[in-house]
């Protein structure tokens, strides 16, 4: 049987007995998910490679402390959130500003560009008007409405109350609303 039809559990059951191909497989399954959560959160290509890069390999090093295999894809996106989040902290503790800016631009069909599906637009505008939030908005917004976690795990990951978690997203919602209607 190939590695491409091993179901995730059984790979990270491979990874343990140090299989390089599962561990590729795994890393082809995950890289683009791990890549995402870190860019939104760093907000900058490269880094969020590094992140993603070191998270692999922090995961195959540490798969002993790993309980059980099919939490293999949540355990991983929290090493990479927790990495980003660090990473993030240390940024803004230096007053660091990522140098990449990317701007979108909507094109018409008069202009030889096919113009893009209604939805994808809101989309691209919602995300790209979350960049633009305050940091700590941008990176709970990103924790609750893109990555799935609830307050609870919000407030373990950024380490603050419940009840500040609700309020520091309520704040990032009418924020992002408010730039919306500004768009």
């Known amino acids: 049987m190939t590695l491409t039809k091993l179901n995730t559990e059984e790979l990270v059951e491979r990874c343990r007995k140090c299989d390089q191909g599962a561990q590729m497989e795994i890393y082809n399954r995950y890289y683009k998910a791990m890549y995402n959560s870190a860019l939104r959160i760093i907000k900058d290509t490269a880094e969020a490679e590094d992140v993603m890069q070191e998270a692999f390999l922090t995961a195959f090093t540490k798969l002993s402390m790993l309980e059980e295999n099919k939490l293999f894809g949540a355990w991983l996106k929290k090493i990479v959130i927790n990495s980003s989040l660090t990473i993030s902290r240390k940024r803004n503790i230096h007053g660091e500003v990522p140098l990449e800016t990317v701007a979108y631009a909507l094109t018409d069909e008069t202009e030889g560009v096919v113009r893009e599906d209604l939805t994808s637009v809101r989309a691209n505008t919602v995300l790209n008007t979350l960049k633009d939030l305050k940091e700590s908005y941008s990176t709970a917004l990103s ?12 407030c373990e990951i ?4 419940y009840s500040n978690c609700r309020t520091l997203i309520s704040r990032a919602k009418e924020s992002l609303r ?3 209607l500004v768009a």
């Open 158 to 161: 950024l380490n603050i109350s």
């Open 178 to 180: 408010k730039k919306l």
């Open 143 to 154: 924790l609750h409405l893109i990555e799935g976690y609830d307050y609870e795990e919000i």
